[in-house]
């Protein structure tokens, strides 16, 4: 399994593969979308937080509603459903949008918050190991990305808050007698950081 999490990281930070030494680039538009499983399941092994920082966002869908559960037991076998989507989005297209939202403006006062949020990561006494310098790159593409979804050209402090969970809570390490899960100290990080 090491040697898989070795490929699966080189391919998400280099665009890249390497096969008995000969290195293969990797076609744009290249990223891993990953499910994971529960820790006590044979075959799984969790990665450390060196390597979970590599995911730009983390987020759980948990269950369905009632309506949407009630139609996937009424419905066909899932491999079918999926085998018959077509994509919605070219690779020129997803290219496009890569492009334009890392074209939607950040103020400095933006990115003066966004480093505030760093470092109040970093300072925070519930906190072991806060936020990276790729954590607040992360942040800020999630934050202009969402922004373009939004219709604008310039980012808000508010898509950092409406990102800032996703993208930090994996990457966040609570001291070992801090209750609570990483999500709530991402959000107490939201709280304790103000907007200037």
């Known amino acids: 399994m090491p040697r898989t999490q ?6 998400m930070a280099e665009g890249q593969v390497t096969v008995d030494g000969v290195t293969h680039r990797l076609e744009a538009p290249f990223f891993v979308v990953a499910t994971q499983n529960p820790l006590d399941l044979i075959g799984t092994w969790p990665l450390p937080d060196s390597q979970l920082d590599r995911f730009m966002l983390r987020m759980s869908l948990g269950y369905p ?22 994509p919605c989005l070219g690779a020129a297209q997803i290219l496009e949008l890569r492009r334009a939202a890392a074209g939607v403006l950040a103020s400095p006062a933006l990115l003066e918050y966004v480093h505030g949020l760093l470092a109040a990561s970093r300072n925070h006494a519930a906190i072991r190991i806060g936020l990276s310098p790729r954590a607040g790159l992360a942040l800020l593409a999630a934050a202009r990305a969402h922004a373009l979804l939004d219709g604008r050209a310039h980012c808000l402090p508010e898509d950092v808050q409406a990102v800032f969970a996703f993208v930090a809570a994996h990457r966040l390490v609570a001291n070992l007698n801090v209750a609570g899960d990483r999500s709530q100290l991402a959000q107490a990080l939201l709280e304790a950081t103000p907007v200037r």
């Open 6 to 11: 070795s490929a699966l990281l080189e391919a």
């Open 65 to 86: 509603d009632r309506a949407a559960e009630q139609a996937m037991l009424g419905g066909g076998d899932r491999r079918d459903l999926v085998a018959s989507l077509g």
